[in-house]
């Protein structure tokens, strides 16, 4: 008999061995194993629908100190950046030529003063004549007029603070000779910012005095909180624009005039439902969550959505408060697949 003849018979019952065992496969109807996920149990939530924006920032009050006549400069009574009340000394421009009037003009005054009061007593013994008594009555008040108008030119060589602020940098040195209009240095009042922007007309109906605004400084990296104080009653015809005022505190002068703010404007606030973005599943122009019932079971449920923020967006219909939320393992997931909810 051949070798491998011999080899095959050898084998036979083995073979029928194995025929005896019993079957290990599973049986046919046995659970699938639950899927272990990530869920958020929803709560009602403030939610706040803002409108961004750009502004640049402007002093309450700013004004170029200048003078108004031809004069040389006398003195500079400030330092560059300096705080200054109201009514300050800030410059005096030369003024000798004024004073001497004035000093004229005030003795005229007190002669005029010393006759009226002579004269007043002559009268009442029918010593002078009437005439010379009310002669000296008008050239009294040209006296006071006089007085009255050298007064005037010299506050116009002495340069005072209209109002409290920062001054800027001096343009100028004492000795130097200025025409009418000449820059002295600059005065802001930086205790509150204007925030001017302009806003898209279309927004106009969202847009009211009072309205809360968050304005955010890249320069300074922080953030301020104001208020709009005032909307344009004209819209910009080529832009189709409107301009809106707000104002924002500055206690410690860190904002400047000229910086770039961007804003987000308050158009609604209300109570809502938000979820993460990574929880949703979009196919078309349909939104899809996926939810843990309490029979441990998922479920896929449609939604509408409103506003996005970054990470989040808000569900408009679809979830309500105390819905279990699947946030993470949902990729292979169908209805009613098992799932078990995973410590966070």
């Not at 004069?71 to 300096?82: A, C, I, N, P, T």
């Not at 030369?94 to 003063?113: I, M």
């Not at 506050?155 to 005072?160: A, F, G, P, S, V």
């Amino acid at each position: 008999m051949p070798r491998y003849s011999r080899a095959f018979f050898l084998c036979l019952p083995l073979l029928a061995l194995a025929a005896c065992e019993p079957s290990v496969e599973a049986p046919a109807g046995a659970a699938r194993p639950a899927a272990s996920v990530t869920t958020q149990t929803l709560a009602p939530q403030v939610i706040e629908e803002r409108l961004p924006a750009l502004g640049t920032l402007l002093a309450r009050e700013s004004v170029q100190i200048t003078s108004t006549v031809n004069e040389k400069v006398r003195s500079l009574h400030f330092d560059e950046g300096q705080y200054v009340e109201k009514g300050a000394l800030l410059a005096v421009l030369e003024q000798a030529e004024e004073q001497a009037q004035l000093a004229s003009a005030k003795a005229d005054l007190a002669e005029q003063d010393r006759e009226i009061k002579r004269l007043k007593n002559l009268l009442a013994t029918q010593s002078a004549a009437r005439n010379e008594y009310d002669a000296r009555i008008s050239a009294k008040e040209r006296a006071d007029a006089k007085i009255a108008e050298v007064q005037a030119k010299i506050d116009e060589r002495t340069l005072r603070a209209p109002f409290s602020g920062v001054t800027g940098l001096r343009e100028v040195s004492p000795g130097a000779y200025l025409s009418a209009g000449s820059a002295i240095t600059s005065l802001d009042d930086l205790s509150v910012m204007r925030l001017d922007l302009n806003i898209p007309s279309l927004l106009l109906g969202s847009l009211r005095v009072g309205m809360s605004v968050n304005a955010h400084s890249d320069a300074l990296d922080q953030s301020f909180v104001g208020t709009i104080v005032a909307i344009n009653p004209r819209i910009d015809p080529v832009s189709r624009s409107v301009m809106v005022r707000a104002v924002l505190d500055n206690p410690d002068g860190v904002l400047k005039p000229g910086m770039l703010m961007r804003l987000s404007l308050l158009k609604d606030q209300r109570e809502g439902i938000m979820v993460p973005e990574s929880a949703l599943q979009s196919i078309e122009r349909r939104h899809y969550v996926w939810l843990m019932g309490g029979d441990g079971l998922a479920e896929r449920r449609e939604v509408e959505l409103g506003i996005r923020t970054p990470g989040w967006v808000e569900v408009l219909a679809g979830l309500a408060a105390g819905d279990q939320l699947i946030t993470e393992g949902y990729l292979m997931l169908r209805p009613g697949s098992p799932v078990v909810a995973r410590e966070s």
